[in-house]
């Protein structure tokens, strides 16, 4: 008789929302990552409307889905940008963020996105981090975070948020560890050809910015 | 009197050549620092066709232009993925990419893009890199070319070709410092929050996959 087979587990379901103007880094470091776990995680873009959605580098991506059809997803992903802030006036978008959120088993953020979560009140009473050079100039928008100088992503409860740009890709290989252990994270890691910061109190960034002392 | 204004430099032209199944970050890691200097460097996406090209993880690019009406570009970048190799029986793609790169300043490939640039006769007599863990199943595409077994990045002349996916992001900040110098290279490492490889003989990841001995 043949053994009982496993139950196959249900992909979770990650959407990443965009806005005009969004960094280009931010969102397809994390996806080159997070995206590339088939059968495991499903990734749909996510934007205001269906139109297509440039970076600010240029690039015009379409969206899966908008903020009127796009279902709750497991793993909610806000990449930034300097427009991240203007979402701030958009209140569809808010609202969709704001119930994406709360459903979310994890939340994650880069760069001033962090800002957008925060500024629309997802990360009160949190600890978070944002791009170093933006930091002093930005978090003012909000203020109900505790607002972390120095780390690369700060991790709690289910919100993820990293630094900036580039610290996407470190932040989403420690969610990779979270969900799937630490084995998965590595083996994507080497599999994208990419030295890993594993410590999240690993930023030179901050001191660069004049943020903490050296 | 005014002093005489110093000439408006004409910005370079780049185009990213896109295919199904490109890798994400191939692209995205380049196009997050080489389009970022506005006023120096225009990016333009082209395709076969200016149908949506979808990346192996699945989001949807808008081409901006396609192999009919692309201008020869300054700059030429290639991507890879495993679905480059497909590209070697397109011949209209093949027919671009070969008068591109003739005319182009520099050429440049990230990961497999440099099987798709070798297997099109490209980088015939050069030296080049590619993805370390598909290093020997794929070089045998392209005998002509001199391939590297340790290498973040290649540079023989106009060429510059990187090992896989993250290399990308360290060939381009070394582009960027042969364009523009060593300070505009590592400002916009600053800018972006990474850790610039800046050694192109620094590869881990060769040693990994077997290829030297560590």
Redesign the interface.
Known sequence: MAEPSAPIPTPRTLAAFVFPGF???D???P??ML??LPGRVE?A?VAETRE?VAS???????P?ADVDDAPMPDLLLVPGGDSAIDVLQRERSLDWLRRAAADAELVLSVCTGSILLGGAGILDGRRATT???DFLATIGLAPQVEWIRQARWVEDGKYFTS?????G?DMSLAVIGRLFGRDEAEEMA??????W?DDPHWD??AV?AGLVAG
Chains 1, 2 share one sequence.
């Open positions: 960094e280009t880094l969102l397809y470091g996806l080159e995206g590339s990734v873009i297509a600010v580098q240029g690039q015009r991506l379409l899966d791009n170093k050079r630094s900036g740009v580039s610290a890709m080497a599999g994208c050809e990419y030295d910061h030179p960034f660069e």
